[in-house]
């Protein structure tokens, strides 16, 4: 059906008079198409494409003249950008801040990208901070912290917790959450578990003090990942330990649905839904289940997936959510 | 005879258009409660992380049933009309879910579809008959059951699934001929641009609306094939690898027209999405030629690639800055002006900032960020 149309059936059904219809008709005529997440993904993937290409420049041209002249101009676009985020942005409020310069989030961005590129060049070429390589990941990881909360920018927060997740020896990129960590490893697990207990506690308290609301969101979502990662792997790693694993693995998941609630998040949910699924499972046909045939195995998947489709369909009822 | 109810659909789409009148002004918000009033009651569309597991506890689901039926599969007869049978039931139990929880593309009803397409490949693969001679045999035999899915559920995927086991078929039989295989380019463009034409057309008709979606996903499908076949890399790399040629690939015939294909095609659809105001068109043409750029840089790297990717990435950030100013006004029916943040915005831009973290620090020797190989677990090395 075209608008056109409708518009006369509107007309027609006494919904809308027709000087309005005329203003509607003129207005889908011209109405604009937006380009706002075309350019905004366009402006990511330029400036990944400009940082990554420039991050290896840097090391390809050692020794040559051209090099310090690159270093001195992503050192200048460094401190350009600071300076444009120091000089421009609104000051520091607890609660939500919007910035009204004009692409200030993705100067921020750029500068702090800039940054981790010089710093990892400093370090190669100069050995700035020796070996003490958690020195070199702690210190963009306090000054990202800093700058996240200050100018109230969650991108730079996410930069923060991933620095500081490599300082324990982890990986927090999503991408790369199951490839570079060792789910398999005690250690990895523990202190995966730690981290994210740490950052999820912190946070809360953070909350609770009014700080930075919002920033909950990004740290449940990659520290508490991160946390309800290890303890699968720790269930299925370390047969001794599942069952408390399972209920460390049991909080992680109730917490993620409380804050599913609190940030009306739908992501949340469904992580904590298949976490519990997988975890839940996993135990029953580990300890009660064993030896069990396969047509009662499959009974169960029956079962509970139609009863978690249920859910899905009537969380809405469930959560008391509009 | 349509699977879904056709009222619901347009129902949705009037109150689409009245919240978005609403928001510019042009209607009160009491008219717009007259007209959502009227215009129910709407399907089910779940948000897309719901969507997203629906799906997988479907699937989850699906499969375990199909286990139940194993132990039955003793026979020939319940190897092949086993898994059609079973695909019937599912049909049966989607049109009844369709009707009492008025599903519409909610992940459930995508996942049956699929099973349903899965579960008659045993007897198809019998009436094809093919010991593996001819494979485009098994795309014809199943070409009616996926033809009767198109027209009764308009599903995306199959369709644009049905799309490509036609140009599977096309490009098979063209295999066959000497000539076929060496105008393999142009007959897949050829077929691509028909079924683009087609869908082209038939979307200015009204009765399109109830396949909307699925027409959408096809013209992007057929747009990106047609690009596909005629670039320089494929045709060339397409060619080596039928032929079973030896790497380094040997230049083609006609190289000529191949290169400038490359290039013409995305400044078409380019001119196309500044025509007729298409975003669809628009990004695919910013794809189609950034992937020509790579092409040209493949087979002649007139600078190292990775000053390549930093001053791409560098004009990239001047165009898109100078196209956010030039487009504070509409211009020529584009506008860029912020939206509200959805929970998709936020994560994205959660994400993106940790994976361009990581790849501006890939560095030989640095402090990996994001890699998590310094700090030995939080003990060795770290202070």
């Not at chain 1, 421009?88 to 310069?101: I, L, M, W």
């Not at chain 1, 991933?162 to 960590?181: D, F, H, I, M, R």
Request: glycine letters at 8%.
């Amino acid at each position: 059906m075209n608008k056109s149309l409708l518009l006369d059936e509107l007309e027609q059904k006494g919904l809308l008079e027709s000087e309005r219809r005329v203003l509607i008709e003129e207005y889908e005529k011209r109405k604009p198409v937006s380009l706002f997440v075309f350019l905004r993904t366009l402006l990511y993937v330029s400036i990944s494409a400009f940082v990554g290409g420039v991050g290896v420049l840097i090391y390809q041209n050692i020794d040559t003249i051209g090099h310090s002249v690159l270093i001195g101009l992503i050192a200048l676009a460094t401190a350009g950008s600071f300076f444009y985020v120091f000089k421009n942005g609104v000051g520091y409020r607890p609660e939500k801040v919007e910035q009204s310069a004009p692409y200030f989030d993705v100067v921020l961005l750029l500068g702090c990208l800039l940054f981790l590129a010089l710093e990892g060049y400093l370090q190669y070429q100069y050995e700035l901070f020796g070996t003490r390589y958690g020195l070199a990941v702690m210190i963009p990881a306090i000054y990202f912290f800093f700058l996240a909360y200050r100018f109230d920018h969650q991108g730079v927060l996410s930069l923060a917790i991933t620095a500081l997740a490599s300082w324990v020896g982890l990986t927090a990129t999503p991408s790369k959450l199951l490839v570079e960590n060792d789910f398999s490893d005690p250690e990895v697990i523990r202190n995966a578990i730690i981290f994210g207990v740490v950052m999820l506690v912190g946070s809360w308290l953070l909350k609770k003090q009014g700080i930075k609301a919002h920033f909950m969101y990004t740290y449940v979502l990659l520290a508490g990942t991160l946390y309800l990662l290890a303890c699968l792997g720790g269930m299925f790693n370390q047969e001794r330990w599942e069952l408390a694993f399972g209920l460390l693995l049991g909080v992680g998941c109730w917490y993620f649905y409380k804050n599913a609630l609190e940030e009306k998040s739908l992501l949340f949910l469904l992580l904590s839904t298949v976490f519990a699924y997988t975890g839940i499972t996993y135990l029953l046909f580990n300890t009660m289940f064993d030896g069990l045939i396969d047509a009662i195995a499959s009974l169960y998947f029956l079962a509970t997936a139609a009863g978690i489709v249920w859910f899905f369909l009537t969380y809405k009822k469930i959560l008391g959510k509009k | 005879m349509k699977a879904y109810n056709e009222t619901l659909l347009k129902n949705e789409w009037v109150q689409k258009l009245a919240q978005d009148w609403t928001q510019k002004k042009l209607i009160t918000q009491p008219q717009r409660e007259n007209i959502d009033k009227v215009y129910s009651p709407l399907p089910y569309r779940p948000n897309w992380f719901i969507w997203i597991g629906l799906f997988i506890f479907t699937i989850l689901g699906l499969s375990a049933a199909t286990v139940i039926f194993l132990p039955i599969i003793d026979t020939q007869f319940a190897e092949t009309f086993l898994g059609p049978i079973y695909g019937l039931g599912v049909l049966f139990f989607l049109n009844f879910l369709i009707k009492d929880r008025r599903l519409h593309f909610s992940g459930i009803d995508n996942a049956m579809l699929y099973a349903i397409v899965l579960s008659f490949a045993p007897l198809i693969m019998q009436i094809a008959d093919l010991n593996y001679q001819a494979p485009w045999l098994l795309g014809l035999a199943y070409l009616p059951l996926l033809l009767f899915l198109i027209y009764y559920y308009g599903e995306p995927l199959i369709t644009v699934g049905t799309f490509l086991t036609g140009l599977f078929i096309v490009a098979s039989l063209a295999m066959e001929f000497v000539w076929g295989k060496l105008l393999l380019p142009f007959i897949a463009m050829l077929y691509a641009g028909a079924v683009w034409y087609f869908v082209h057309q038939f979307l200015k008709k009204e009765q399109s609306f109830y396949w909307k979606t699925a027409l959408e996903w096809t013209h992007i499908a057929a747009l990106s094939v047609f690009y596909a076949a005629g670039n320089y890399f494929v045709v060339r790399e397409g060619n080596a690898a039928l032929n079973d040629l030896p790497d380094p690939s040997p230049e083609v015939a006609l190289a000529g027209i191949f290169w400038l294909l490359t290039f013409v095609i995305p400044l078409l659809y380019l001119y196309a999405a500044i025509h007729w105001k298409s975003l669809t068109f628009l990004v695919l043409g910013s794809i189609a030629l950034l992937a020509s750029l790579i092409t040209l840089h493949y087979y002649y790297p007139f600078i190292p690639g990775d000053w390549a990717t930093a001053l791409l990435g560098l004009a990239g950030v001047v165009l898109v800055v100078w196209l956010m100013r030039y487009l504070k006004e509409i211009k020529n029916g584009f506008i860029y002006k912020p939206e509200a943040d959805s929970e998709l915005a936020i994560l994205a831009g959660n994400i993106i900032a940790t994976e361009i973290g990581q790849s501006a620090t890939d560095s030989p020797q640095g402090p990996k960020f994001g890699g998590g190989d310094f700090g030995g677990g939080g003990s060795g090395e770290g202070y």
